[in-house]
């Protein structure tokens, strides 16, 4: 089969691969019919993420066909068409059992902090990816989710990840009626969040980036008020200004690793690896927030010490909420809202990219190129 495969930083390319196969009695195969490229690939695609292995596919947002099941599984059936949420989950452990599914102890029974994720290196279970034309899904009774009837696969491939960790993110913010909430990052997942701020009744919705096309998306999609941090003197400054010298009740770090804006964070956290990325972002979440406010973060770090402002988090009396999205919790409710309209996450899909080009959807991805949100991979097989 065809599938993307990792040869090291910056180098990713299409190869054949062997077909999956069913290991475990609770196994499906998929066949994939929609892959999306996300903010979290890039950490790895940047090679900051720790044993990321060389032949490894990426790709945790996917919807497919279901093709073959173990002679465990119950809840699928051949033919059924799926979306699978990126979190690989028991669903029994004491975790799953709280709806915690992003911290799931037997999926990645190695690691104390995350669960499994699909193509997210060994540091997340070291299971291979969807961006590919077949995947093995284990536990295939609790992730994967019938695609109900009239919803398309944009729409399914979305409730994956990005619309749930939007609303996740969001909903950990603690949103009281009438807060100033403010959004670090403009990818799919700040304009997600900011979108997701309205439906818990926030007065005021801010978001902050550095790339004018993705701040009019922001805009536009999200009904918000948005900000270049490069035209901006100090977004900290910015944000006391704006809010009477008070700072905002809720602050959404949406960013993570790779953020830009500070010279001695990016040689720190990107350039020698020091710290485990960039926490510009983070700085300025916990600077500008209230105090007794919520900081809210979504944005990926790596697993080892950061240097972050931990003294003014305590001196503030901050809330720090953060956390992988539990898709599968958040999914009932989240299809119900694409299906009636309150979230349409189709226009953050703006390239549909054949797999085959794989490699030139993470170089405009990456680099921000062609006015690009998220990309979706196409594999050939997705017709069959
Ligand atoms: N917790 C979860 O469950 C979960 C799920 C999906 C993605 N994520 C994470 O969310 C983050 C965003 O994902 P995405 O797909 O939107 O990524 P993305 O790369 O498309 O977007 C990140 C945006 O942040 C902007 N940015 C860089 N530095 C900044 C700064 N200092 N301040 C404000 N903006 C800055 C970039 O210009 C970019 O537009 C990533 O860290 C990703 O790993 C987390
Ligand atoms: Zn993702
Ligand atoms: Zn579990």
Redesign the pocket.
Same mark, same amino acid.
């Given at each position: 089969m065809l599938a993307m495969n990792y040869r090291g930083p910056l180098r990713v390319r299409l190869d054949h691969k062997p077909m999956p196969e069913i290991q475990h009695p609770q196994d499906a195969i998929v066949r994939v019919t929609r892959a999306c490229i996300?903010?979290?690939d890039?950490?790895l695609y940047n090679g900051s993420v720790p044993d990321t292995r060389v032949g490894m596919t990426f790709g945790h947002e996917f919807t497919g066909v279901v093709e073959e099941v173990g002679s465990d599984v119950h809840n699928l059936k051949v033919g059924d068409n799926v979306l699978v949420p990126?979190n690989i989950a028991c669903g029994k452990c004491t975790f799953c059992k709280q709806g915690l599914y992003?911290n799931c102890h037997e999926a990645n029974p190695q690691a104390t902090a995350v669960g499994g994720i699909f193509g997210y290196s060994h540091t997340a279970g070291g299971y291979n990816g969807g961006q590919a034309e077949y995947v093995r899904v284990p536990y295939a009774d609790v992730g994967p989710t019938v695609i109900p009837e009239g919803m398309t696969l944009d729409e399914a491939v979305m409730l994956t990840?990005?619309v749930?960790?939007g609303y996740? /993110?969001a909903e950990m913010g603690g949103i009281q009626p009438g807060d100033t909430v403010v959004v670090?990052?403009? $990818?799919?997942?700040?304009?997600m969040a900011a979108r997701c701020a309205w439906l818990f009744g926030a007065g005021r919705v801010i978001i902050?980036?550095?790339?004018e096309y993705?701040l009019e998306f922001a805009r536009n999609y999200a009904q918000c008020e948005a900000y270049n941090?490069r035209s901006l003197e100090d977004?900290v400054v910015f944000i006391k200004k704006t809010t009477e010298s008070l700072g905002a009740d809720v602050v959404i770090d949406?960013?993570?690793?790779?953020?830009?804006?500070?010279a001695m964070q990016t040689i720190t956290g990107r350039k020698t690896l020091m710290q485990a990325g960039?926490a510009? /972002?983070l700085h300025?979440a916990i600077n500008s927030a209230k105090k007794g406010g919520i900081v809210s973060?979504? $944005?990926?770090?790596g697993p080892t010490d950061n240097l972050v402002p931990i003294g003014n988090v305590v001196n503030k009396g901050l809330t720090i909420r953060?956390?992988?999205?539990s898709v599968k919790r958040l999914l009932p409710k989240l299809i119900e809202h694409v299906q009636n309209g309150v979230i349409d996450p189709k226009p953050l899909l703006t390239h549909h990219v054949p797999l085959e080009e794989v490699s030139d959807a993470y170089r405009i991805?990456?680099e921000?190129l062609d006015e690009c949100?998220?990309p979706v991979l196409i594999p050939p097989s997705a017709k069959l």
């Open positions: 996300c903010g979290s890039l950490h990126f992003g990840d990005v749930p960790t996740q /993110a670090f990052g403009a $990818g799919p997942v700040g304009i902050i980036d550095q790339i993705r941090f977004p949406a960013v993570g690793a790779e953020a830009a804006g500070n960039s510009t /972002a300025w973060v979504v $944005g990926v770090y953060a956390n992988q999205a991805f990456s921000k949100i998220k």
